[in-house]
């Protein structure tokens, strides 16, 4: 492993501490026992980041929040569907910070709150609902106003695509560093880490992360949304946006580090399967760790099924990407 690399090309880019970091790193022996296996398996709880309801994307706000202040903006604007975790995130995060935000929903405003919206509205967020209109309008809703934001002397910054872009991506480089420190301490050579891939930030964050550390792990991506060939590509113009953010690894083949997997999606985002949502009661009771439909049980029905398989051979970690949140607006 060449941790020192990655922190070096870390280093040139702010961050804005949020999280309770590192997040723990422990066996799940209970799930090993019920999968009969003499296989290890390990679970990263990146649920456990340490702000609001935790999640994966208090690690991409590090890095988009420490260049927002960098670049002197003074209101953020965030946005997504009403059980949004990184919206549920960005609120929090500007709740912490000090720094004003509003949140724009591609829906109509819920009749009842609950998930993240009532901890959107437990934490006193501006939250406008713009109706049922696709993404990409949403995104040209919110570029409109922050122009109305600058007329008026503000410096908007926007967090575009749920907050999966290179830069945001850099959370998960920096979770590769500690997740190798950890198993440094541990003496743990991990062989399989199980991510999942909505936009793909995460995945491409991981993969770089796991390029420039040597790390010894296979990235197994998870496909919660797009088929394989769509995440493929995503990944690879990611990857590719991410070495010219850096300066490293051009030229590298990151076909070797890791492998997208499309049999665990079932119809698409936030189209759950009976075998994902056993995950969800399972876990709790052997492990008392919650995930939930839309990323996590499938992550981590991947994990099992392949298991189960025997198509993992030693050592391997789910990593727990949060969502706790919206988990109480899913049943
Ligand atoms: C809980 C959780 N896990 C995983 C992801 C996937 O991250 P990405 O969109 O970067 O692939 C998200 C994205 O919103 C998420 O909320």
Redesign the pocket.
Known sequence: MNLQKAKDALSQFPRLELGTLPTPLHRMSHLQAKLDTSLPLYIKRD?LTGLGPG???VR?LEYLLGDMVKQGGDIVLAS?KNQ???CALTVSACCKAGLDCIIFHNDQPPLQQTGNQLLNHLSGAHLEYIGSVTDQEREEYVAQYAQRLQQQGRQPYIIK????TAL??LGYVHAMVELCQQCQQQELTLRHLF???????????TIFGAALTQAPFHVHVIT??HEVPILKKILEDFLQEIVQLTGQLDGFDFDQVYTVHGEYRGQGWAKSTPECIQQIYDLARIEGIFV?Q???SK?LYGMVDMVRKGLVDTNACYLH???FG?LFSQF
């Open positions: 649920d999640g994966n994307k991409n997504g949004s975790n990184l695509n749920g907050a999966s945001g991506a991510v999942p891939g909505g936009n793909g930030g995460l995945a491409a964050g919660v949304e939930e839309v990323y996590t992550t990407t949060g969502g919206a």
